[in-house]
């Protein structure tokens, strides 16, 4: 079984300061993970992926995540914040090596919001 | 190389009535998968397809909802007798092989309003 929490339904952040987005993991095996990235009334876009090689990933826009397996966590950072990131991002636990487990599961997502 | 097509990309039906969702995966990618995001939540998984077969539909509901990929043209995830609940936005992603080896690609979704 595999579930993903995202400790903060909500986020803001004043333009140019430091983004986290908390994410904690539970997964009977060793997970892939994702960071998705949805802005209003659109599709979702991939920012990063973790699949078991390095531990801090980078990915675009700046952004970057890093996996803890000692805490099971995935948390999402960038440095400054840009207004363009407002967003709703959505952390993703993925099968990892559950063969034949073709599911992601997503967390409930936690909206950014961008301070001019 | 095209995205994830999915139309219509808005849906309106009455209560009672059939929604087709049709999602084209990208070129090259025979395994695809339905989600559904309901108002202020994630996304939750529906069914998993290859050509021709479905593979997992373990978070599809039992009535009324029906998913195809066939070995030509796009998916199709079908629901009858629509009612309220429905309501909600379906997205569709493909990827080349199994996830645990890549990553999905999402479409722009399909959001279906039933009145």
């Known amino acids: 079984a595999q579930s993903v929490t995202q400790l903060d339904s909500h986020v803001s952040v004043s333009e140019g300061t430091p983004v986290l987005l908390r994410c904690n993991y539970s997964?009977?095996?060793?997970?892939?993970l994702f960071w998705y990235v949805q802005h209003p009334n659109k599709g979702l876009q991939l920012l990063l992926k973790?699949?078991?090689?390095?531990?801090l990933v980078k990915g675009i826009n700046g952004f970057e995540a890093e996996f803890k397996k000692s805490e099971t966590s995935f948390h999402l950072t960038k440095p400054s914040a840009h207004m363009s990131d407002a967003a709703e991002y959505f952390c993703?636990?993925?099968?990892?090596?559950?063969?034949?487990?073709?599911?992601?599961?997503f967390g409930t997502g936690t909206r950014l919001t961008i301070i001019p | 190389n095209a995205g994830v097509m999915q139309n219509p990309r808005h849906l309106v039906r009455r209560r009672g009535q059939e929604a087709r969702l049709r999602c084209s995966p990208m070129?090259?990618?025979?395994?695809v998968y339905w989600y559904r995001q309901l108002p202020e939540e994630g996304l939750k998984f529906m069914v998993y397809?290859?050509?021709?077969?479905?593979?997992?539909e373990s978070g599809m509901p039992k009535e009324r909802f029906s998913a195809e990929f066939p070995k030509e043209g796009p998916s199709i995830l079908r629901i009858q007798q629509v009612v309220r609940g429905d309501s909600a936005a379906y997205f569709c992603?493909?990827?080349?092989?199994?996830?645990?080896?890549?990553?999905?690609?999402f479409g722009q979704g399909t959001r279906l309003t039933v009145v």
């Open positions: 992603a493909s990827s080349p092989s199994q996830i645990l080896n890549t990553e999905a690609f």
């Open positions: 997964s009977s095996y060793s997970p892939s």
């Open positions: 973790y699949t078991s090689a390095a531990t």
């Open positions: 993703v636990v993925g099968p990892g090596t559950n063969f034949g487990n073709e599911k992601l599961t």
């Open positions: 070129k090259g990618h025979s395994h």
């Open positions: 397809l290859q050509k021709e077969n479905i593979i997992d």
